[in-house]
């Protein structure tokens, strides 16, 4: 029973790393928001989380594949308690930086990413008394979605995948106006827009106030004249925006502008 259960602790520690592997490699640009920037410098600083991320790549690949050995259990102990160094040194020195562990939101480190390291450093303690590779733990593999569960939910980097749909959901439930429709001010969807990049990219060639508006799912579409520039020439076009309907995600807010007599350029 405890060689299977330490067995399944290759996969937890494997997922984990390859995860937050793939996530760096994905998005270096998120190092630039993290307390790694502090401790290695700007000039470094993505060359450092791309390195970082090389070697949670290969050790987390050796967790989950065979064979078996006690060392690879030793390094992901030793990369959990590097994190709790990490993590130390960050909510000291740029307490309001990012961890950059397992994603590119910007999160400042907080108790429960603490927590995570610990779970992490305990899991491999663990695994390195099992000698068995771990489909071998049969049913007991079922005991890593539990594991796995327990290291998203102390993620604050991962709370836009599971806690604020729970969030959303609950408010649902249980708001008095629950089952009411509610208008979204477009005087509030205007202010988003604006706020946008994808807005202050195309502002100097729009040529008129909003023009029409409607909604779509989980889009408000905006409309605007402006003008189009095709490096030859220069002509009249429609700035379509969309925004989101909802949510206050102005980053998420595009753009296409439409000429008269040409196809759509997204911005």
Same mark, same amino acid.
């Given at each position: ?5 330490a ?6 520690l494997?997922?984990v ?14 190092a ?14 993505v ?10 790549l290969?050790?987390?690949a ?30 000291v ?7 950059g ?7 400042p ?9 610990g ?7 663990? $695994?390195?008394s099992?000698s068995?590779w771990w489909?071998?733990a049969?049913?007991? +593999?079922l @005991? &890593?979605? *539990?594991?796995?569960? /327990?290291?998203?939910?102390l993620?604050?980097?991962?709370d ?17 106006l ?15 827009l ?9 502002v100097?060639?729009?040529?008129s ?5 409607w ?23 429609? $700035?379509?925006?969309a ?9 998420? +807010?595009? @753009? &296409?502008? *439409?000429?008269?007599? /040409? ?5």
């Open positions: 029973m405890i060689e299977s259960l067995s399944v602790q290759q996969l937890v494997g997922g790393l390859l995860w937050a592997s793939v996530l760096k490699l994905r998005t270096p640009e998120a630039r928001r993290s307390a790694l920037k502090r401790l290695v410098g700007e000039r470094h600083v060359r450092a989380y791309r390195a970082v991320a090389g070697v949670e290969v050790v987390g050796v967790l989950v594949l065979p064979p078996v050995l006690a060392v690879e259990a030793y390094l992901a102990v030793a990369l959990s308690a590097g994190m709790l160094g990490y993590l130390t040194y960050a909510k020195k740029a307490p309001e930086s990012s961890c562990c397992l994603g590119d939101k910007h999160t480190v907080r108790g429960r990413a603490f927590l995570r390291a779970l992490l450093v305990a899991l491999g303690v663990l $695994a390195g099992g068995g489909p071998s049969g049913p007991l +593999v @005991v &890593a979605v *539990v594991e796995g569960a /327990a290291v998203v939910m993620s604050p980097e991962l836009h995948l599971w806690l604020l749909p729970l969030r959303r959901w609950r408010v649902r439930l249980s708001h008095p629950a089952n009411r429709e509610v208008t979204v001010p477009l005087e509030s969807t205007v202010q988003q604006q706020k946008s990049g994808a807005y202050r990219s195309v100097g060639r729009l040529r106030d909003l023009l029409d508006h909604d779509e799912g989980e889009w408000r579409i905006l409309t605007y004249a402006a003008d189009t520039d095709t490096g030859t020439d220069t002509g009249q076009a429609t $700035a379509v925006f925004v989101p309907l909802t949510d206050y995600r102005p980053d998420d +807010v595009r @753009v &296409a502008l *439409v000429p008269e007599t /040409a196809e759509a350029m997204v911005v």
